[in-house]
């Protein structure tokens, strides 16, 4: 048990340090990443993502169905509960709070997830985070763009418009990373087997896709200032213990496949993700407090992690 938690970790964090250790001695720029934002969210990981849905039968897409809905439901129910802690304990703006949200609700599944599954379970592995990724791009992601639209319209002294509600939208479910497993998806199931010269196309570039947003992440944690401090704290408690938590409780409720549980269970042990960082900056924010919630929850998710692989998938 102890090597399979080893081999399923060790890697992971290995290339994660590697990323923070090139940016924090400026061998990569971890100040302008978008270069390699736009490798792994554009090309690399959308391209991993539609090659694995795309080839799954229709049978194996309709078994997602439950997955999607215990993760889409777990990820939401956390994100409302802390944006709006947020807003009435830390009285911060509606685009701070939304971002806080985003970060603890929508778990790291491009640079952490991807990893671990494809470690755990193997190739078979990425169609859950596909789902998984699909789930909260589509749930959360918009609220959060427009939360932050509506504060960059105040900060302007204008009123948000239904068109700019729908922009905020567009915005969010037409990135590549969001519109590949959906395309994907809708792919498996038409019954429409993936040719094997584009599988094998996309895969050449999908197969960079985990190991390039670990170094990325590492790269854009490097580049933020940490301190910690009790609503850090709660934060990390928030993602790494109560997320897979109340993903449990969320099981009890929507009927889903022992096997799915735990891999729900485990995708939602994933640290918190960088998307609060990325957004912060598009609209000129403070990173600072999202960038710490996502060192924290990553360092602590060492213990959490192993412990949920050790109680669910111990060979």
């Not at 964090?13 to 990569?28: Q, S, T």
């Not at 949200?101 to 078979?124: D, H, K, Q």
């Not at 959906?182 to 498996?188: D, E, K, N, P």
């Amino acid at each position: 048990m102890s090597n399979a938690i080893l081999m399923a970790l060790v890697p992971v964090f290995f290339v994660l340090l590697l990323g923070y250790a090139a940016g924090k001695f400026h061998v990569v720029d971890n100040l302008h990443v978008d270069a390699l934002n736009a490798l792994v969210m554009d090309f690399a990981l959308p391209a991993s993502l539609f090659a694995a849905t795309a080839s799954a039968s229709r049978r194996e897409m309709i078994e997602q169905v439950p997955l999607f809905m215990v993760l889409g439901v777990t990820m939401l129910l956390l994100y409302i509960v802390w944006y709006l802690a947020a807003r009435r304990f830390f009285k911060v703006s509606r685009s701070e709070a939304s971002l806080q949200a985003l970060t603890i609700g929508f778990p790291n599944l491009a640079g952490v997830g991807l990893p671990i599954m494809t470690s755990v379970v193997g190739p078979a592995g990425t169609v859950p985070v596909a789902v998984a990724l699909a789930a909260g791009s589509i749930l959360i992601s918009p609220l959060t763009l427009i939360m932050a639209e509506m504060g960059a319209a105040k900060a302007r002294g204008e009123e948000m418009a239904a068109r700019q509600v729908l922009t905020a939208v567009r915005r969010a479910i037409t990135k590549p990373v969001v519109l590949a497993p959906a395309l994907g998806i809708v792919f498996s199931l038409s019954d429409v087997s993936l040719d094997a010269l584009a599988h094998a196309s996309l895969a050449l570039i999908g197969s960079s896709a985990a190991g390039v947003a670990l170094f990325l992440t590492g790269a854009i944690l490097s580049a933020q200032s940490f301190r910690l401090d009790w609503k850090i704290a709660a934060a990390t408690v928030a993602s790494d213990i109560v997320r897979p938590l109340l993903a449990v409780a969320v099981i009890r409720v929507i009927p889903i496949a022992p096997d799915a549980a735990k891999t729900a269970i485990l995708l939602a042990a994933v640290p918190s993700g960088f998307f609060g960082i990325l957004f912060a900056v598009n609209y000129g924010l403070d990173s600072a407090r999202a960038g710490s919630m996502v060192i924290a929850s990553t360092a602590f998710s060492v213990v959490t992690l192993a412990v949920v692989i050790a109680m669910f998938f111990p060979q």
